[in-house]
């Protein structure tokens, strides 16, 4: 078992937003250590049908963007700079729906795989963890963007309890 080094605090929204939303609807998370200081926030506009966020980091400059690409039937998002650059990419391969490998210029440099936390945690909370790997020498910026990307790659796919491919 890892060392919890994170928590995320979803700012209140709307339930009915949440009710008839679910995947869809607009969320603001700020990533706190544990002594509650904000490390980075992700913010999700309402998209009626693509899933994009904003990464920023403690100050709220904006670190990157994460843009999900319709794609049948494998999952891919692409990672954005500030600046509009691509910097990595998301893969979810078919066969394996809980992991997302990193891959920058056609290398995979890391994961980020869901992880198995029970079955009473699994059925009847909303509650899910998750592991990100990256290269140790990765700068700020990119690890800031990863990251940032669990809690998109969690509420298009996992946020209803089960697997979601396409939406």
């Keep these: 078992r890892g060392t919890e080094l994170f ?33 980075l926030r992700i913010e999700r506009p309402f998209r009626f049908y693509s899933h994009t966020a904003q990464i920023f980091d403690r100050y709220g400059t904006l670190v990157g963007t994460l843009d999900r690409h319709f794609s049948i039937p494998r999952r891919l998002y692409s990672v954005l700079s500030a600046n509009g650059s691509k910097l990595f990419d998301l893969f979810g391969p078919l066969l394996h729906p809980w992991t997302f490998e990193i891959h920058e210029n056609g290398t995979q440099r890391g994961m980020i795989q869901k992880k198995w936390s029970g079955l009473a945690k699994e059925a009847f909370t909303d509650a899910d963890n998750f592991g990100v790997t990256f290269p140790p020498d990765w700068p700020v910026e990119k690890k800031t963007l990863a990251l940032g990307a669990v809690f ?16």
């Design 7 to 39: 928590y995320a605090v979803e700012e209140p929204g709307s339930v009915l937003a949440r009710l008839f939303l679910k995947a869809h609807r607009p969320f603001a998370i700020d990533v706190v250590n544990r002594g509650g200081e904000r490390l």
């Design 152 to 167: 998109l790659i969690d509420f298009v796919h996992f946020e209803d309890g089960w697997v979601r491919w396409y939406d």
